[in-house]
């Protein structure tokens, strides 16, 4: 077990290797200049020049690459183009909205999937099943800007139940965080509730026809006990893994939703940082990014021994 | 991080029934459905100009910000004045969003097309290469693995950002991240067809390799790829509309449903018609073509229905 995470874990590094090499010669090899965008309009030439070798960026490309990987290694990402401030300690500041948004976003999808998931595979064929269905198929289509918009109009602008948008601090006000955590963590939940509940469904419904399942209800189980302990446990597998591909749209949608809903988190600096032409920023939160992916999705593999002790590494 | 196992009889028995599970593809509802809503669509393209619309990127300083159903006095050229019910609004530039929306399905469905055309040929060739020559296998596995650790969005965002907003810069960047996952399913396709005996008798019998490549394996990857080729194009409508909507794809004249969203983002509150109608037509599309998509999967590619 031990040895099967280290080997996971030292095959992640080419990966990463991979991922740094690619954004930072993606960056560097395109024209475009940050320092002419940093100086602004009016500027000299001599103005944006001095600016390019206080940036470094006159600095030969694989002295520039070995300075920025230095820089990762110490854990500080290099300083931001435009804040004067390393990138880590930008990445900290906005990393508790995304993290809140993840986290009530996981919470709300599960709880929302895996129940449509098992009655619709329990009560297969019936009008329930279709409903998860055609919900789920709805749920991939409409962009979740839209989802977004629509529940900001009846919820808080309509009805005017909820806050339309903005962020309060976990710390400072929870009630206020909660509010203004609802419509978001809904809008990017809808995608994984019809991404789980699709798995779920499917998962279950295969399990459903198992031997085991037949002697539980034998026993006298009743049908919570079957579903619940017996089918969904050995439906885990799959669902985990569809989770773990998730976490991409999670990203992904995190830079939509919180621009929808103006939260100052990771998805929206990576869209500030883009239209500045911020490259340490940039760089420093697609790696991050990549980082999480792989190793949620690595955690992914460990737990399916949890799920299923047929599985050893 | 799962392998796509693809099991080589199943391949096997459809390339030896291809004619008729084709025939069966076109029966399947939703296949047919989807097929319908999607001929809708690109008739409405096709016919943008004589649908009633007018130039979508007009602007019309007096009639800004109108409801839907408003009627607004419109300026011919010659100085002429009609009038003209405006069905879907107008945005806070005076264009008329119905002529914009109608416009916008011709982006969106090209944008559709040329991104999955592109990335599955793309995908194929590289598919194929790292299928058949071993040795350049690893490298190109390991630079693909790469690229699929960076969320897809997020890739396609940086990308258009770095090589100027355009039509097909926007098609590249999100052409880019969906390469991966075709070279893996044509990689995996050719890994298990190679092992064929009929793959082993075409090369004892010395067929060149380039003839081994398009007439014995090629047609192998045909079905797969066409299912996958319909979720790419799917995606795609809906990545384009993410990138205009955060102000980062095509440039905001053009009319795409995107860029009516994002127009209609500031004065969401009092005219939420500007995001409604395009979201609409965008969520239609985007639907059609999954449900074309997962008709074609359980009829083409069945032992991938099960995967889900």
Known sequence: MLDFVARRLVAIIPVLAVVAIFVFLMLRLTPGDPAAVIAGDNATSEQIDAIRSKLGLNEPIWTQFAIWIGDVLQGNFGESFFFKKTVAELIAQRVEPTLALATCTLIIALSLALPLGVLAAWKHGSLIDRFVMAFSVLGFSVPSFVIGYCLIYVFAIELGWLPVQGYIRIGVDFWGFLERMVLPSLTLGIIFVALIARITRASVLEVLNEDYIRTARAKGLSNRVVLMRHALRNAAVPILTVIGIGVALLIGGSVVVESVFGLPGLGRLTVEAVLSRDFPTIQAVILLFSVVYVLINLLIDISYTLFDPRIRY | ?308
């Open chain 2, 1 to 308: 991080m799962i392998e796509d196992v693809v099991d080589s009889a199943a391949i096997a028995s459809a390339s030896t029934k291809r004619r008729s599970l084709w025939a069966l593809a076109i029966r399947n509802s939703s296949v047919i459905v989807g097929g319908v809503i999607l001929l809708i669509m690109l008739a409405i393209a096709i016919l943008a100009p004589v649908l009633g619309t007018v130039d979508p990127t007009r602007i019309d300083p007096a009639a800004r910000n109108k409801k839907p159903g408003t009627e607004i006095t419109f300026r011919l050229d010659d100085g002429t004045t009609v009038k003209r019910v405006v069905l879907m609004g107008t945005d806070s530039l005076g264009r008329d969003v119905y002529s914009r929306v109608i416009y916008g399905t011709r982006v969106s469905l090209a944008i559709g097309v040329a991104v999955s055309t592109i990335a599955v040929a793309i995908g194929l060739v590289i598919g194929l290469i790292s299928g058949y020559i071993r040795w350049l296998d690893g490298i190109i596995m390991r630079i693909m693995d790469g690229l699929m650790a960076i969320p897809g969005i997020l890739l396609a965002i940086a990308l258009v950002s770095i090589w100027r907003a355009g039509l097909i810069t926007v098609i590249f960047a999100i052409v880019v991240p969906d390469v991966p996952r075709v070279v893996r399913l044509v990689r995996s396709v050719v890994l298990s067809v190679r092992e064929e005996p009929y793959v082993e008798g075409a090369i004892s019998v010395g067929t060149p390799t380039w003839t081994l490549m398009f007439r014995h394996i090629l047609p192998n990857t045909v079905a797969p790829l066409i299912v996958q080729g319909t979720f790419i194009a799917a995606a795609a409508i809906l990545v384009e509309a993410i990138l205009s909507f955060l102000g980062i794809g095509i440039p905001p004249e053009i009319p795409t449903w995107g860029n009516i969203m994002a127009e209609g983002r500031t004065l969401f509150r009092v005219f939420p018609h500007n995001i409604l109608y395009p979201g609409i037509f965008l969520a239609f599309t985007v639907l059609a073509i999954n449900i074309m998509g997962d008709g074609l999967r359980d009829t083409l590619d069945p032992k991938m229905s099960k995967k889900v």
